[in-house]
């Protein structure tokens, strides 16, 4: 299973499809990734692609590397690394291609004025995305008060968040949240 | 300033517009240092190890290079590592820094998955991942906070964030669609009112 070369060539060409459409990241395509993998491709089932997003979520790194697991899962390390490429490598040159132009577009009254109007939205994105993530996740006062906790670590004491981290892996691992 | 000639040199750049100089092993383990503490979210690692630890960017900047990132496709933390990499040391930065992003959590992933078909599923790493992901939540929430400091100065600006968080909590619209409605609204809003 290792080196199907046709099965790998399936995983690059959908993947580097699913890299550029991803606008928003990984997580907006995984209705897609699972339509392409479990529906038509049949490459795993249903419970086993939940199981792959489960493993990403635990693992450090970009949600991205989802796709990682799954290139694994369907043809070894092989399928892990066209994967991985395949996720990365568009992507990759339309951002570099964009960021060749932003010196010059920086100087720019057009650009500022973009920037500035899209500040905001960002801003707004990267709230809601934090409202959500903590709706699925935080399920009891237990883990709102890990939360709570962290955010005020993180503005009161400027420590390292790695140790904030770290505490809440053993306050999980004990079984208190 | 517009009309001035070009400096002979190096010298009469005006210090705001120095860059910090920095090289492709730097960037590589910059981003490398983000790949391997970044559990249930990368983004508030980068902005603080760039705006808070390095200094590669202002926060007013970081905002301004999020937003750029979120309009392209693929992984945003994917796309900042590019950016960040190709404007300190061109072609090279960009590959190093998205090198060292990826690098370690390829093969993390890939021992998890060789080890454990099931993870996850085991309840001290399930529970401990309840911690982890309560943690990573608030880390994400004070990076909302951080990012909206320098941004929420103006009547506009504050209308248009809460506009964008109404159009995804309140009318659960998708990212593109906040962008493609809100975008052209906003940028004309900084048009009119100046500010």
Redesign the interface.
């Given at each position: 299973m290792m080196g199907e070369p046709k099965v790998l060539g399936q995983l690059a060409f959908q993947f580097a499809i699913i890299s550029l459409i991803a606008i928003g990241g990984a997580t907006s395509v995984l209705p897609e990734m699972h339509r392409m993998v479990v529906d038509n491709h049949q490459w795993m089932d249903s419970s086993t692609f939940a199981d792959l997003f489960a493993l990403a979520q635990t693992a450090p790194g970009p949600n991205v590397m989802v796709v990682t697991l799954i290139g694994w899962q369907v043809a070894g390390f092989a399928g892990a690394l066209i994967t991985t490429v395949a996720m990365i490598g568009p992507a990759f040159l339309l951002t570099f291609t964009v960021s060749r132009f932003l010196p010059r577009w920086r100087r720019t009254e057009w650009y500022r004025v973009v920037e500035k109007g899209l500040a905001p939205l960002t801003v707004g994105l990267v709230l809601s995305g934090a409202y959500l993530l903590t709706r699925a996740t935080v399920d009891g006062v237990p883990a709102l008060i890990v939360t709570a906790a962290t955010v005020a670590y993180i503005f009161f004491l400027k420590k390292n968040p790695l140790y904030v981290l770290i505490i809440a892996a053993v306050i999980g691992a004990a079984g208190l949240v | 300033m517009s009309g001035l000639p070009p400096p002979p040199d190096g010298f009469s750049v005006p210090p705001e517009v120095t860059e910090p100089s920095v090289g492709c092993r730097e960037l590589f383990i910059g981003f490398f240092s983000v790949?391997?503490?970044?559990?249930?979210?990368?983004?508030?690692?980068i902005r603080?190890m760039v705006v808070e630890q390095r200094r590669w960017l202002s926060e007013?900047e970081f905002?301004?290079l999020?937003?750029?990132?979120?309009?392209?496709?693929?992984?945003?933390?994917?796309?900042f590592a590019?950016?960040i990499g190709?404007?300190f040391a061109g072609?090279r930065g960009?590959v190093s820094a998205?090198a060292g992003?990826?690098c370690?959590?390829?093969f993390?992933?890939?021992a998890?998955?060789?080890f454990?078909?099931?993870?996850?599923?085991i309840p001290?790493?399930e529970?401990?991942?309840?911690?982890?992901?309560?943690?990573?939540?608030?880390?994400?929430?004070?990076?909302?906070?951080r990012?909206?400091m320098p941004?929420?100065r103006t009547p506009?600006?504050?209308?248009?964030?809460?506009?964008?968080?109404a159009?995804?909590?309140v009318l659960k619209l998708?990212?593109?669609w906040?962008?493609v409605v809100?975008?052209p609204l906003?940028?004309?809003?900084?048009?009119f009112v100046g500010r």
């Open positions: - | 790949g391997i503490v970044g559990f249930g979210g990368v983004m508030p690692w603080r007013e905002v301004n999020l937003s750029l990132c979120q309009l392209l496709p693929g992984a945003n933390v994917g796309n590019v950016c190709s404007r072609f960009a998205v992003l990826y370690a959590p390829f993390i992933i890939i998890l998955a060789a454990y078909s099931n993870f996850s599923h001290v790493v529970n401990m991942f309840r911690g982890i992901s309560a943690a990573a939540a608030g880390l994400v929430i004070a990076m909302g906070i990012i909206a941004v929420c506009r600006a504050i209308a248009f964030t809460i506009l964008a968080v159009g995804v909590l998708s990212l593109v906040v962008i809100l975008a906003s940028i004309a809003a900084v048009r």
